[in-house]
């Protein structure tokens, strides 16, 4: 499967953005799908998954209440809702997927190339 994000941007502190994950094929409902981000100079981390069907999410803590991942498998598509962005949430967010629902970097087969959100204060 092939992934393309797009969405990314800058935004202020406060603000909200919205990610996008296009998927190619047509067995893209058989894919766990996750978000994950890589601040600058720092190792890439999760951020949010959600399950084939999409019936379940995980979440980091340091986005739970702010972030939600969902899913549209008509569309093949993964989308990120960010609200209440800090600067602190500023990286290249990365969609991948992965057999099930995951949260490691390692479960994750296939990776889309990357969006950088730029969080200003």
């Known amino acids: 499967v092939q992934l393309q994000a797009s969405g990314g941007g800058l935004v202020q502190a406060g603000g909200s953005l919205g990610l996008s994950c296009a998927a190619s094929?047509?067995?893209?409902?058989?894919?766990?799908m996750g978000w994950f981000r890589q601040p600058p100079g720092k190792e890439r981390e999760f951020v949010a998954a959600?399950?084939?069907?999409?019936?379940?999410?995980y979440y980091a803590d340091s986005v739970k209440g702010r972030f939600t991942i969902s899913r549209d498998n008509a569309k093949n598509t993964v989308y990120l809702q960010m609200n209440s962005l800090k600067p602190e949430d500023t990286a290249v967010y990365y969609c991948?997927?992965?057999?099930?629902?995951?949260?490691?970097?390692?479960?994750?087969?296939?990776w889309g190339q990357g969006t950088l959100v730029t969080v200003s204060s």
């Open positions: 094929g047509r067995t893209f409902s058989s894919y766990g």
């Open positions: 991948a997927a992965a057999g099930s629902l995951a949260i490691t970097t390692t479960q994750y087969a296939y």
């Open positions: 959600i399950s084939r069907g999409g019936g379940s999410t």
